[in-house]
Nanobody, 121 residues
């Protein structure tokens, strides 16, 4: 019901745009979030956007570099990642939840399969 794609290998300083396709039932009235998990590390919050396009929040580590957005016509959520750093290397997941905004992954009901982002130095 959620499918993330768009990852790849990029050099430090480069950009990538991740996409997450959601079914209409999930996309509507759900907060959509991006999380990531690097090897040997816990999953961490990256960004979240409300169903109306508001309710934005970003992890401190990505503020000013990443932008989350959603396209209602395509039932899609995007994560534009600029000025990528090697420490951004991780598997990125999109997720959805109803109710109030949350940066806690355990609060999310639906998860995509993840897409690998690798940033070389």
């Amino acid at each position: 019901q959620l499918q993330a794609f768009g990852g790849g290998l990029v050099q430090a300083g480069g950009s990538l745009r991740l996409s997450c396709a959601a079914s209409g039932r999930i996309f509507t009235n759900h907060f959509m979030g991006w999380f990531r998990q690097a090897p040997g590390k816990e999953r961490e919050f990256v960004a979240v956007i409300g169903w109306s396009g508001g309710g934005l929040s970003y992890a401190d580590s990505v503020k000013g570099r990443f932008t989350i957005s959603r396209d209602y016509a395509k039932n899609a959520v995007y994560l534009q990642m600029n000025n990528l750093k090697p420490e951004d290397t991780a598997v990125y997941f999109c997720a959805a939840r109803r109710g109030i905004r949350s940066t806690n992954g355990a609060a999310y009901d639906y998860w995509g399969q993840g897409t690998q982002v690798t940033v070389s130095s």
